[in-house]
């Protein structure tokens, strides 16, 4: 039969092996785990995630699939999925690719989940796990080139909830170790399961899209393994009948090419953003900028004063849903840049403790809210691999101060260095585990190829 991209994409989801996956790729995917298990763990915490953890408790079923930061505590391996992909984005505190997706949530939960449910004469091991993982993201990376809209910093559907659930149904498909065919199945119920409007930013809501890409994408391919068909052309280009380009208005699929000795990964071509704070990515630009001119500030008065600024003026790209000038509650916080700039501004740093209710209703941080104005230079476009953020202070005196930051560190042209990747991971992770079980995962995912079972993890 003609290939078809549907058919190339299950194509390279069956045949890809281990020795496809480059040394760098490797050492790139393990960060992301590591990371994103930290912050799964610490959004074991927050109200969200409890909400989550009480609906699913409400079922009952086979419950073999463990749940982040509550030991004792399993559930079926979709309702786990579901529940730690929760967490994970609980305080957007997940890894950020570009074009803009979160990938490393929406497939690592299922793929800990699937793990776990599968017979122990079965198990992967950290290799196949490893292979998997980054299936998943290729896949997301991949659709996320197929169309020019996808570069910028999205109006429409959330990307995890589009991209993510396809990316989590080619990585569990991988790591059942399913048919060509049923690989093609299970990329087309994922279409059917796929999408989430942008609407629901800055809500507790934002974060069952992560939830549902990840428990999504692992019933897709649980589905196909029991021999559920869906549209086998459902990533082609189809005049008259939207398959997967429902979700964007400008459409341009290609094959994804088979697996060879020289497959280049997406992961090796582009690293990933690692975030230092718990908020929407676009605000590290903005915190990093007000740190820059807070220093410029102390020099200048010897301290931080905020009496002797008469305006704050940020510079930053048009985004409707994380431009918030009060914002109210904590995830409004998180996707917004004037809280976090003048949050940054007063305390010297934003952190976990920053998006608390006393944080976010203090007298002063509003009075700083009050001088901020807004501007949109048309060079500042709404794309992370080109936006910046700046961040000028107007003072009574008549000087003007000012910071500006076009690369945060963390972002992919920034990388996190392997100390402050772990220095994330233990404070994050510290909140429900003791060191002892920290030192353990470590170790775990760095050495995750030589693991015999990788449900251990």
Known sequence: ?????????????????????????????????????????????????????RYCRLYSSVAVSSVYGKPGVKLSPTL????????THSMDFDDTWHPATHPSGAVLPALLAASQ???????????????A????????????????????????????????????????AKLL????AQCTHALGIAASLAGAPMANAATQAKPLHIGNATRLGLEAALLAARGMEANPL????????????????????????????????????QDIAFKRFPAHLGMHWVVDAALSVRNLFINYAGSFSPSLIRTIVLKIPVSKYINRPFPSSEHQARHSFQFNACTALLDGEVGLSSFSESSIHRQELRELLDKVVVEHPEDNVANFDKMY????????????????????????????????????????????????KIETIITMVDNLERLSDSSQL
């Open 389 to 436: 953020g700046e961040v000028a202070l107007l003072l009574h005196s008549g000087d003007v101060l000012t910071g500006k930051c076009d690369t945060f560190y963390g972002h992919w042209r920034k990388p996190l260095s392997k100390e402050s990747l772990l220095k994330k991971f233990r404070s994050n992770a510290s909140h429900v585990l003791p060191e002892e």
């Open 177 to 180: 170790s399913l048919s060509m």
């Open 1 to 53: 039969p003609e290939e078809t991209v549907t058919s190339s994409f299950a194509s390279f989801i069956h045949a890809v092996r281990p020795e496809h996956l480059s040394k760098i790729v490797r050492h790139r995917s393990k960060r992301m785990i590591l990371d994103s298990i930290g912050v799964g763990l610490v959004g074991s915490t927050t109200h969200v995630f409890d909400i989550a953890l």
């Open 133 to 172: 993982f980054n299936v998943g993201l290729e896949v997301q990376g991949r659709l996320m080139h197929f169309s020019t809209e996808t570069h910028n910093i999205p109006k429409r559907f959330h990307p995890p909830s589009v991209v993510g659930t396809m990316g989590s149904a080619a990585a569990t």
């Open 117 to 131: 449910m599968l017979p122990p004469s079965t198990k992967p091991n950290g290799m196949d796990f490893l292979l």
């Open 80 to 87: 786990a999925a579901f529940t730690n992909g929760v967490a």
């Open 234 to 269: 459902i990533l082609d280009d189809i005049s008259g009948c939207s398959g997967f380009s429902a979700f964007y208005g400008v459409y341009q699929p290609k094959p994804l090419p088979t697996p060879s000795d020289h497959h280049e990964f997406l992961l090796e071509k």
